[in-house]
């Protein structure tokens, strides 16, 4: 048989072929998909429900007269807390104008940390005798109930539900709900988004694990809810256009439109009360009379107002008042 | 032997088998054996098979022995390709680091840290570049790694021009540029690593020892075969012309399979060794890179390190895991500085945490870290060079191998040529 020369070309180049390219050619590199993470579930729900032993969550324990720093009884958590030295405070570090911390010094700074510094001159002597830990939103309760801190002064709001399981010093400040959307939702030229309802279709950002979210969900069901770990997650899906609007405490809303141009409270009522009181361990009722005690001597010396200018009133307006406490809780 | 006498057995042979003598009536014949033998076409037949084993195993052999040491340069390619991907690794691992660690200092970041980030990520781009030409296997995984390089590099971007006007949103910009790099750049690197790591340990493999071994006893098999055909035939044991295929080609093979028996040592020697450094030594250095900035994150997350702590733990296990014997002392140098950072923040001393966590001067710890990643990349560049010169080393040797073998081959079906053309001199 006679092998024909095209045969025998085409055969001797795919054998050079073979062998100048040897094996090579590798196939493509894939990256496995992730592996499944069992998502924890969204930190519980926060609704408001129905006060079963008394019908006004700010109700808190009466307050004790405030004596001289480390001038508690020796079995006392007061005491224990000046044995170790500093009061531990759970805190947020993102809340501009709450409590954020300022690049240029370091420090976490704002409105509940005056709080903090408070309680800690109250128990020291020593307004900086405090440590900071930052936690989310979603582990004020927990933080509290481990003990991983005495208290918890996170713009956190008093309802029933967190009554049942940590306890809360008076009211120390009202805030209220709002929503933050982009400036062209907000300048006139079309119609300006400032209730809840005209949410209808557009993306809304809120915190999980807050009351925030709770409420927006009730308040415009026909908007699209989308979630983040904090408020300033929220602000960077804003900035990324992931999110057309946030909801949250006007407050946080003031910190987070002080941050970017083209974010805008427009004027709007608030569709919630948010009392912000600070949490203690449901057990250490001592500590919430003595913090109520504080605040009680804040109103009295001024210093509760002189935070509120220094903090809040450059946007939110001056003229605003320590909130009236409700006592007379029963542990 | 005179030509009477050959041609008095040549007379025998014809008579032999031209002229079968009659079997014994109570023998069965086998029904495969021919009654007569046409000779010449026999021989004709034997030529054929002999000089196509030669042949045969000539291209063969040195295929094997060609592919053989391809394959060692494409084990050198791919080891540098892997030692490639693992600096990017360790680079965007570094910069992470140092982007982490400058956000401690506020806005006002130290100028030498802000160059060394941005020639970290710099030497990722162009890694990234260079392994993307280099293996066009690696190019779908590279090309989305490049896009999530990008969106880190523009969350670091943003996260410190927020935190340079004193922003809270830059904390968070940075969380999730640190998150974006380890859920997703994470795993495409390792991937690359993985794939590479396997090509290079696959191509170490293919020194085609046994596939030589068995071209060259199937072709002295043949040649056996044939020469006892003719030696039937003719009467004699040995054809001198099949015989010095047979032995050329049986020594050929012997030596073939001596230098790839030696080079498939070399390789294994390379794998437990240097190879095996090499690659150990890089995932230490991207961990303590990655540990140094859960050191900082833990920081930034301030009072939390209860919960981040964990995460350093396991980054300090892997590099006590695959340091080497010099970086591991300048890794312990750190590591007892880091304990003195955690001891300071879990006592409530944050702002001394943070100074000792950002400090560049000698004795702290980002300058024991900086020294340990030196050393690290030092050790890492030794051993790569180390494995793929020895991976590429005998060139010259397999190139000789291959021709000799390809001779030999050509030469040998010459010599089984030589051989039955004497046997059908003879016949005729």
Known sequence: MSIRPRSRVAGLTVLAGLVLGGCGGYDDTVVPPPEAVETTPAAPATTPAVCVDDTNPTRSYTPIAVAAPGDFPSISTMAEIYDRGRLIAGVSADTYLLASNNPFTGQIEGFDIDMVEQVAEAIFGDPKAYELRVITAGERLTALQEERVDVVVRNMTINCVRWQSIAFSAEYYRSGQKILVRSDLADGQGPVVDTPAELADLRVCAPTGTSSLDNIKRASPEAEIVTASNHTGCLTLFQQGAVDA???????????????????????????????????????????RFINGVLERMRADGSWKASYEKWLAPTLGGGATQPQPVYGRTP | MSQASASARASQAVATVGTPVPAPQHARRPAATPITEDVPRLLTQWQTIAVTACVLFGILGAMFQLLAWQASGRAADNTEQLVRLQQVQSSLFRADALATNAFLTGGLEQAEQRQEYDAAIDEVLRGIANAAE??????????????????????????????????PIGAQYLRAAGAVLRADAGPMLEALVAANTQRAED???GQNTLPLFLTGLAAVAVLWWVNRQVARRFRRRFNVGIAVAAIAIAVVTLVGLVASVNKSGDNDDLRAGSLRLAIAESSARASANDAKASESGRLIARGSGATTEPLWEAHARDVEDNASRETLPLWQTYAALHDEIVAQDDEGDWNAAVQLATSTDPGSSSEALAAFDQASQAVVTDAATTTTDSLRSGGILAVLLTIVTLLVGLGAAGAATWGVTQRRKEYS
Do not use: C, K
Request: glycine share 8%; hydrophobic share 40%.
């Open chain 1, 246 to 288: 946030i909801t949250g405490d006007d407050t946080v809303l003031a910190g987070l439109a002080t941050q970017d141009p083209y974010a805008v409270v427009p004027e709007q009522e608030a569709f919630s009360a948010e009392p912000y009181g600070i949490g203690v361990n449901a057990g250490n009722v001592d500590l919430v």
């Open chain 2, 134 to 167: 280099a293996q066009p296997a690696d190019r779908d995984v590279l090309a989305d790694l490049n896009t999530t390089v990008a969106a880190y590099v523009a969350g670091i971007t943003q996260a410190r021009d927020n935190n340079r006007q004193g922003f």
């Open chain 2, 203 to 205: 191509e170490m493999d």
